[in-house]
């Protein structure tokens, strides 16, 4: 590594982490006003609060935050006319830029490693102690289909692993054929275990003098393999998150059922692609970037950089939004517009660097 690398790195990993501070304690810190009246009197909850949403705007604050932090390394080194210096020893364009794709490169890879761990959920842990529920975890009414049965939960403890009276329902070629009631369920072992199970049979041939209902009872019945509590829980409901774990199984499980998967999709698309649409930014931010200071504009350079940051991130949010919603396919609100996003940039690259 040259010493112009260690000296670029070195600038800009300080004010990265002095604007990722800045960003974060300003809307930790402005959200714990805006909630304090309603947060418990319990010091650790209010901790557990912080923490929480220290990492849930962490997904927004860190990417925003190496660009910005790049911007600001730029106007320093361009006030101190410290990129005439490095065109004078010989650092090329790429050599300028390089360190700070990387180093961007490997925070958001970090970033999106925390998104696969429980920390993914850091908004609905936040939203449970701001709502008094941080201690008790249970949804109601689920009903779900999975491969030939419809299932319905009256009540599902997703921390506990267990659901209370549970009807299953078999159906084949559009008729019911069985049925299956419990009181209890638990998830162990990557399958769901029906207590006590009371299973009605229909007979297969109807006739009014003979046939009748066939009625057993099971102590213990298996269902539902690999149908995580985590992933029922958030699957139907309206507005959740997921880790990109569960999100993976999820989209596994429910493909095979034929259920509808954009929301899952557009998920796990979000959390590990559209990060990176800041690489191209640092790129096309430093391609404007002149190496003269009695030609640059300082406070026009800094305003545009930072509302363009915005638009964009912007407009990959509202595509996140639409395909969540099922507006518009993942595939083409997401991967499609990213795909642009980063050719465009390349052909800038391109054409700016002939007239070099």
Do not use: C
């Not at 369920?185 to 003098?209: C, G, L, S």
């Not at 800094?302 to 912007?314: A, R």
């Amino acid at each position: 590594m040259s010493i112009i690398t260690k000296y670029i790195l070195k600038k800009y990993l300080i004010n990265f982490i002095i604007v990722l501070m800045s960003l974060q304690l300003f809307f930790v810190g402005m959200d714990y006003l805006q909630n304090s009246k309603d947060l418990p009197n319990s010091a650790n909850l209010q901790l557990l609060y912080l923490m929480y949403n220290s990492f849930f705007t962490l997904t927004l604050t860190l990417p925003l935050s190496l660009v910005f932090a790049w911007i600001v390394t730029l106007v320093i080194f361009v006030r101190n006319n410290e990129l005439v210096a490095f065109s004078s020893l010989g650092a090329r364009r790429i050599n300028i830029y390089f360190p700070a794709v990387i180093s961007s490169f490997l925070l958001l890879t970090v970033l999106i490693g925390i998104q696969t761990t429980p920390l993914a959920y850091s908004y609905e842990q936040k939203k449970k102690i701001l709502d008094g529920n941080y201690f008790s975890n249970t949804k109601s009414d689920i009903f779900l289909k999975y491969d030939n049965n419809f299932i319905y939960f009256k009540k599902l403890h997703p921390l506990r692993k267990e659901a209370e009276d549970i009807h299953i329902y078999k159906v084949e070629d559009r008729d019911l054929v069985e049925t299956i009631i419990a009181k209890k369920a638990y998830f162990q072992n990557n399958k769901w275990y029906v207590v006590d199970a009371k299973i009605v049979k229909k007979p297969k041939e109807m006739n009014f003098e003979t046939s009748r209902l066939e009625v057993r009872y099971e102590k213990f019945l298996n269902t539902l393999e690999g149908f995580k509590p985590k992933i029922l829980d958030n699957v139907y409901e309206e507005k959740s998150s997921f880790s990109i774990l569960d999100a993976i199984s999820a989209l596994s499980l429910l493909e095979k059922q034929g259920v509808n998967t954009d929301k899952i999709r557009a998920a796990i698309y979000y959390e590990i692609f559209i990060p990176f649409f800041i690489l191209p930014l640092i790129m096309i931010i430093f391609i404007f970037t002149s190496l003269n200071r009695r030609f640059f504009n300082m406070g026009s350079y800094t305003s545009l950089t930072i509302f363009g940051t915005l638009v964009v991130w912007g407009v990959f949010f509202m595509l996140y939004k639409f395909s969540n919603s099922g507006v518009i396919k993942p595939e083409l609100s997401l991967l499609l517009p990213l795909f642009v996003w980063f050719s465009i940039t390349y052909l800038i690259y391109r054409k700016r660097k002939k007239y070099e």
